[in-house]
């Protein structure tokens, strides 16, 4: 399994941008399938973004496509998530997570092995 840091959460106007970052460590991301989760209170979490190993294939939630750009740099062992023309809607805990290279693309939810502990975004009205 690889370690998960997220950072880049924060309160923010409707409309605005953050960019959230993932650090990992303990291994190279290099082999993973790559994603962001969000969950809001007293809702499921949900994949809003996720980027493969090999190819740097994407796929995105349809609440977030056109807004979200999920992206990674693997010399940084880092991966991003730049928000855009946020929503209220959009405030939830951002989870980063890591599927093996091995697994389904996209990666079914119990096939991502490592989680971080999460960010929180807030979109004001």
């Known amino acids: 399994q690889v370690r998960l840091v997220e950072s880049g959460g924060g309160l923010v106007q409707a409309g605005g941008s953050l960019r959230l970052s993932c650090a990992a460590s303990?291994?190279?991301?290099?082999?993973?399938?790559m994603a962001w989760f969000r969950q809001a209170a007293g809702k499921e979490r949900d994949l809003a973004a996720a980027?493969?190993?090999?190819?740097?294939?994407?796929r995105y939630a349809d609440s977030v496509k056109g807004r979200f750009t999920i992206s990674r740099d693997n010399t940084q062992n880092t991966v991003y998530l730049q928000m855009s023309s946020l929503k209220p809607e959009d405030t939830a805990v951002y989870y980063c997570?890591?599927?093996?290279?091995?697994?389904?693309?996209?990666?079914?939810?119990?096939?991502?092995?490592?989680w971080g502990q999460g960010t929180q975004v807030t979109v004001s009205s």
């Open positions: 980027v493969s190993w090999n190819l740097g294939s994407t």
């Open positions: 997570a890591a599927a093996p290279y091995d697994s389904d693309w996209p990666p079914r939810t119990n096939e991502y092995n490592s």
């Open positions: 303990g291994r190279t991301i290099r082999f993973y399938n």
